[in-house]
Protein backbone atom coordinates (compact mmCIF):
# COMPACT_ATOMS: atom_id res chain seq x y z
CA UNK A 1 0.00 0.00 0.00
CA UNK A 2 2.99 2.41 0.82
CA UNK A 3 4.63 2.43 -2.48
CA UNK A 4 1.23 3.22 -4.27
CA UNK A 5 0.24 5.47 -2.24
CA UNK A 6 3.89 7.50 -2.39
CA UNK A 7 2.76 7.26 -6.50
CA UNK A 8 -0.66 8.57 -6.11
CA UNK A 9 -1.17 11.73 -3.38
CA UNK A 10 -5.01 11.32 -3.19
CA UNK A 11 -4.55 8.53 -1.60
CA UNK A 12 -4.33 6.98 2.79
CA UNK A 13 -4.24 3.84 4.34
CA UNK A 14 -5.67 4.97 7.58
CA UNK A 15 -6.79 8.17 9.67
CA UNK A 16 -5.79 9.48 12.93
CA UNK A 17 -8.92 11.07 14.68
CA UNK A 18 -12.36 9.17 15.20
CA UNK A 19 -15.01 11.02 15.04
CA UNK A 20 -17.79 10.71 17.91
CA UNK A 21 -20.05 7.71 17.99
CA UNK A 22 -18.14 5.29 15.67
CA UNK A 23 -18.09 2.24 18.62
CA UNK A 24 -20.88 -0.29 18.25
CA UNK A 25 -23.11 -0.48 21.14
CA UNK A 26 -22.91 -3.71 23.00
CA UNK A 27 -19.54 -4.94 21.47
CA UNK A 28 -15.81 -4.68 22.21
CA UNK A 29 -14.73 -0.90 21.46
CA UNK A 30 -13.40 -0.46 18.16
CA UNK A 31 -9.48 0.43 18.82
CA UNK A 32 -8.52 3.83 18.10
CA UNK A 33 -6.72 5.31 15.29
CA UNK A 34 -3.36 5.50 16.99
CA UNK A 35 -3.15 2.07 17.59
CA UNK A 36 -4.14 0.49 14.37
CA UNK A 37 -1.65 2.77 12.54
CA UNK A 38 0.76 1.88 15.29
CA UNK A 39 0.06 -2.01 14.18
CA UNK A 40 0.02 -1.37 10.52
CA UNK A 41 3.56 0.23 10.52
CA UNK A 42 4.50 -2.91 13.15
CA UNK A 43 3.17 -5.58 10.90
CA UNK A 44 4.75 -4.08 7.45
CA UNK A 45 8.38 -3.71 9.61
CA UNK A 46 8.08 -7.31 10.76
CA UNK A 47 7.15 -8.56 7.02
CA UNK A 48 9.81 -6.22 5.72
CA UNK A 49 12.02 -9.35 4.95
CA UNK A 50 9.47 -11.77 3.99
CA UNK A 51 8.57 -9.07 1.33
CA UNK A 52 11.65 -9.26 0.08
CA UNK A 53 11.33 -13.02 -1.23
CA UNK A 54 8.49 -11.77 -3.58
CA UNK A 55 8.44 -11.58 -7.04
CA UNK A 56 5.51 -10.20 -9.16
CA UNK A 57 3.89 -8.81 -12.21
CA UNK A 58 2.21 -5.43 -12.63
CA UNK A 59 0.04 -4.31 -15.67
CA UNK A 60 -0.24 -0.31 -15.80
CA UNK A 61 -2.77 0.78 -17.70
CA UNK A 62 -3.62 4.57 -18.48
CA UNK A 63 -6.24 6.18 -20.22
CA UNK A 64 -6.40 9.66 -21.23
CA UNK A 65 -9.66 11.39 -22.79
CA UNK A 66 -11.07 14.25 -23.56
CA UNK A 67 -13.56 16.07 -21.44
CA UNK A 68 -16.31 13.84 -23.14
CA UNK A 69 -14.81 11.03 -22.00
CA UNK A 70 -13.07 9.93 -25.60
CA UNK A 71 -10.09 8.55 -25.66
CA UNK A 72 -7.09 10.30 -26.68
CA UNK A 73 -4.39 7.79 -25.94
CA UNK A 74 -3.96 4.20 -24.25
CA UNK A 75 -0.86 3.44 -22.39
CA UNK A 76 0.05 -0.01 -21.35
CA UNK A 77 2.62 -1.33 -19.42
CA UNK A 78 3.99 -4.56 -17.54
CA UNK A 79 6.70 -4.53 -15.55
CA UNK A 80 8.33 -7.02 -12.89
CA UNK A 81 8.19 -6.13 -9.14
CA UNK A 82 10.52 -6.83 -5.99
CA UNK A 83 11.39 -5.51 -3.02
CA UNK A 84 14.66 -4.07 -1.46
CA UNK A 85 14.64 -3.34 2.02
CA UNK A 86 10.65 -2.91 2.23
CA UNK A 87 11.10 -0.55 -1.16
CA UNK A 88 9.28 -1.84 -4.34
CA UNK A 89 11.48 -1.64 -7.49
CA UNK A 90 9.67 -2.14 -10.50
CA UNK A 91 12.16 -3.42 -14.05
CA UNK A 92 9.89 -2.68 -17.33
CA UNK A 93 9.56 -5.62 -19.02
CA UNK A 94 7.11 -4.06 -22.40
CA UNK A 95 4.99 -1.24 -23.25
CA UNK A 96 1.66 -1.30 -25.70
CA UNK A 97 2.36 -4.65 -26.21
CA UNK A 98 5.99 -4.82 -27.51
CA UNK A 99 9.16 -5.89 -25.73
CA UNK A 100 11.54 -3.58 -25.14
CA UNK A 101 14.15 -2.92 -27.60
CA UNK A 102 17.68 -4.15 -26.50
CA UNK A 103 18.89 -0.11 -25.95
CA UNK A 104 15.45 -0.17 -24.04
CA UNK A 105 16.27 -3.07 -22.26
CA UNK A 106 20.07 -1.53 -21.55
CA UNK A 107 18.75 1.48 -20.03
CA UNK A 108 16.33 -0.32 -18.21
CA UNK A 109 18.73 -2.71 -16.73
CA UNK A 110 20.64 0.33 -15.55
CA UNK A 111 18.25 2.26 -13.94
CA UNK A 112 16.76 -0.81 -11.75
CA UNK A 113 20.70 -1.83 -10.78
CA UNK A 114 20.84 1.73 -9.93
CA UNK A 115 17.76 1.67 -7.63
CA UNK A 116 18.67 -1.92 -6.06
CA UNK A 117 22.12 -0.46 -5.57
CA UNK A 118 20.79 2.46 -3.53
CA UNK A 119 17.90 0.56 -1.34
CA UNK A 120 20.93 -1.79 -0.37
CA UNK A 121 21.61 0.56 1.77
CA UNK A 122 19.78 0.39 4.77
CA UNK A 123 20.15 4.04 5.68
CA UNK A 124 18.80 5.02 2.07
CA UNK A 125 15.99 2.76 2.05
CA UNK A 126 14.47 3.65 5.76
CA UNK A 127 14.72 7.79 4.32
CA UNK A 128 12.65 6.71 1.66
CA UNK A 129 10.66 5.10 3.86
CA UNK A 130 10.45 7.96 6.63
CA UNK A 131 9.30 10.07 3.07
CA UNK A 132 6.67 7.77 2.16
CA UNK A 133 5.14 8.01 5.66
CA UNK A 134 5.37 11.54 5.96
CA UNK A 135 3.10 11.90 3.09
CA UNK A 136 0.94 9.42 3.70
CA UNK A 137 1.01 11.34 7.73
CA UNK A 138 0.28 14.82 5.89
CA UNK A 139 -2.67 13.47 3.45
CA UNK A 140 -4.63 11.80 6.57
CA UNK A 141 -4.19 14.34 8.90
CA UNK A 142 -6.76 16.29 7.88
CA UNK A 143 -9.34 13.26 7.55
CA UNK A 144 -11.51 11.43 10.03
CA UNK A 145 -12.84 8.14 10.16
CA UNK A 146 -16.62 7.93 10.92
CA UNK A 147 -19.33 5.14 11.83
CA UNK A 148 -17.15 2.46 12.26
CA UNK A 149 -18.23 -1.23 12.71
CA UNK A 150 -16.69 -4.65 13.40
CA UNK A 151 -17.90 -7.15 11.34
CA UNK A 152 -16.35 -11.49 10.66
CA UNK A 153 -15.16 -11.72 7.69
CA UNK A 154 -13.66 -15.53 6.52
CA UNK A 155 -12.42 -15.72 9.71
CA UNK A 156 -10.91 -12.31 10.44
CA UNK A 157 -12.57 -9.35 12.19
CA UNK A 158 -12.53 -6.39 10.03
CA UNK A 159 -13.28 -2.82 10.78
CA UNK A 160 -15.14 -0.80 8.22
CA UNK A 161 -15.43 3.18 8.43
CA UNK A 162 -16.48 5.71 6.58
CA UNK A 163 -14.13 8.53 5.86
CA UNK A 164 -14.86 12.39 6.06
CA UNK A 165 -12.71 15.36 6.26
CA UNK A 166 -12.11 16.74 9.75
CA UNK A 167 -13.71 19.96 10.19
CA UNK A 168 -11.35 21.46 12.74
CA UNK A 169 -8.23 20.87 10.66
CA UNK A 170 -6.36 23.36 8.92
CA UNK A 171 -4.65 22.14 5.54
CA UNK A 172 -0.65 23.44 5.35
CA UNK A 173 0.04 21.61 2.50
CA UNK A 174 -1.08 20.37 -1.45
CA UNK A 175 -1.38 16.09 0.25
CA UNK A 176 -3.41 17.78 3.10
CA UNK A 177 -5.56 20.38 0.79
CA UNK A 178 -6.33 17.08 -1.77
CA UNK A 179 -7.42 15.30 1.34
CA UNK A 180 -9.84 18.11 2.90
CA UNK A 181 -12.15 17.87 -0.56
CA UNK A 182 -12.29 13.27 -0.34
CA UNK A 183 -14.81 11.28 1.08
CA UNK A 184 -15.03 7.10 0.97
CA UNK A 185 -14.87 4.43 2.72
CA UNK A 186 -12.46 2.10 4.16
CA UNK A 187 -11.90 -1.45 5.65
CA UNK A 188 -9.11 -2.46 7.65
CA UNK A 189 -8.06 -6.16 9.32
CA UNK A 190 -8.28 -5.06 13.04
CA UNK A 191 -5.61 -7.95 14.16
CA UNK A 192 -2.27 -6.43 11.62
CA UNK A 193 -3.81 -2.71 11.18
CA UNK A 194 -3.72 -3.21 7.11
CA UNK A 195 -5.91 -1.84 5.30
CA UNK A 196 -8.14 -4.18 2.93
CA UNK A 197 -9.77 -1.80 0.81
CA UNK A 198 -9.87 1.73 -0.03
CA UNK A 199 -12.39 4.07 -1.96
CA UNK A 200 -12.64 7.22 -2.05
CA UNK A 201 -14.04 10.21 -4.53
CA UNK A 202 -13.42 13.75 -4.68
CA UNK A 203 -16.90 15.68 -4.01
CA UNK A 204 -16.30 19.22 -4.55
CA UNK A 205 -13.72 21.24 -6.91
CA UNK A 206 -9.94 22.51 -5.89
CA UNK A 207 -8.10 24.60 -7.33
CA UNK A 208 -4.23 25.76 -6.53
CA UNK A 209 -2.47 28.42 -7.70
CA UNK A 210 -5.73 29.24 -9.93
CA UNK A 211 -5.31 25.48 -11.00
CA UNK A 212 -1.84 26.29 -12.36
CA UNK A 213 -0.36 24.00 -10.03
CA UNK A 214 -2.94 22.01 -9.13
CA UNK A 215 -6.79 21.25 -10.29
CA UNK A 216 -9.14 18.57 -8.90
CA UNK A 217 -12.54 18.14 -10.38
CA UNK A 218 -15.44 16.50 -8.31
CA UNK A 219 -16.14 13.50 -8.83
CA UNK A 220 -12.69 11.91 -8.91
CA UNK A 221 -12.20 8.78 -7.62
CA UNK A 222 -9.65 6.29 -6.57
CA UNK A 223 -9.83 2.62 -5.19
CA UNK A 224 -7.23 0.46 -3.65
CA UNK A 225 -7.17 -2.90 -2.66
CA UNK A 226 -4.68 -5.34 -0.50
CA UNK A 227 -4.86 -8.97 -0.42
CA UNK A 228 -2.88 -11.10 2.23
CA UNK A 229 -0.44 -13.74 0.81
CA UNK A 230 -0.38 -17.03 3.19
CA UNK A 231 2.58 -16.25 5.29
CA UNK A 232 0.97 -12.99 6.39
CA UNK A 233 2.67 -11.01 3.75
CA UNK A 234 -0.18 -8.00 2.89
CA UNK A 235 0.03 -7.07 -1.18
CA UNK A 236 -1.52 -3.97 -3.16
CA UNK A 237 -3.06 -6.16 -5.98
CA UNK A 238 -5.20 -3.34 -7.82
CA UNK A 239 -5.12 0.22 -7.48
CA UNK A 240 -7.84 1.85 -9.94
CA UNK A 241 -9.31 5.65 -10.54
CA UNK A 242 -10.76 7.94 -12.72
CA UNK A 243 -11.55 11.63 -13.22
CA UNK A 244 -10.06 14.89 -13.88
CA UNK A 245 -6.87 15.82 -12.21
CA UNK A 246 -3.75 17.00 -12.38
CA UNK A 247 -0.86 18.04 -10.59
CA UNK A 248 2.04 20.48 -11.77
CA UNK A 249 2.35 18.82 -15.30
CA UNK A 250 2.52 15.24 -14.30
CA UNK A 251 -1.54 14.36 -15.01
CA UNK A 252 -3.45 15.01 -17.54
CA UNK A 253 -6.43 16.52 -17.14
CA UNK A 254 -8.62 13.80 -18.15
CA UNK A 255 -7.63 10.20 -17.29
CA UNK A 256 -8.48 6.98 -15.95
CA UNK A 257 -5.97 4.68 -14.81
CA UNK A 258 -5.69 0.75 -13.47
CA UNK A 259 -2.92 -1.06 -12.11
CA UNK A 260 -3.06 -5.07 -11.26
CA UNK A 261 -0.40 -7.34 -9.54
CA UNK A 262 -0.85 -10.85 -9.73
CA UNK A 263 1.69 -13.51 -10.81
CA UNK A 264 3.50 -13.30 -7.56
CA UNK A 265 5.89 -16.01 -6.15
CA UNK A 266 8.69 -16.54 -3.82
CA UNK A 267 12.45 -17.30 -4.61
CA UNK A 268 15.21 -17.82 -2.85
CA UNK A 269 18.73 -16.68 -4.01
CA UNK A 270 21.77 -18.42 -2.24
CA UNK A 271 25.35 -18.33 -2.61
CA UNK A 272 27.90 -21.11 -1.83
CA UNK A 273 31.70 -21.37 -2.41
CA UNK A 274 33.07 -24.56 -2.37
CA UNK A 275 36.90 -24.81 -1.74
CA UNK A 276 39.40 -22.49 -3.37
CA UNK A 277 38.83 -19.75 -5.66
CA UNK A 278 41.03 -19.85 -8.64
CA UNK A 279 41.92 -16.88 -10.89
CA UNK A 280 40.92 -17.18 -14.40
CA UNK A 281 43.57 -15.91 -17.10
Known sequence: MRRVLSSWLFLVPFVVSIHPGCAQSGAAPLPNPRELMQRALANEKKLDAQRERYKCRVTDETVETDSKGNVKKTTTEVKEQFF??????????SKNGKDLSPDQTRKEDQRVMKETVKYANPANAQKETDKQNKQIEDFLSAMQLANGRRERVNGRNVLFYDIVPNPKFQAKNLNQR?????????????????????NMKSVQDLKIGGGMLANLHKGFWIQVHDRPQGDGVWLTDLAEGSGDARAALFFHPYFRFKETTGGCHLYNAEANQVGQAKPVK
Open 178 to 198: FAQVMQGKISIDEETGEVIDL
Open 84 to 93: VNGIAVERTL
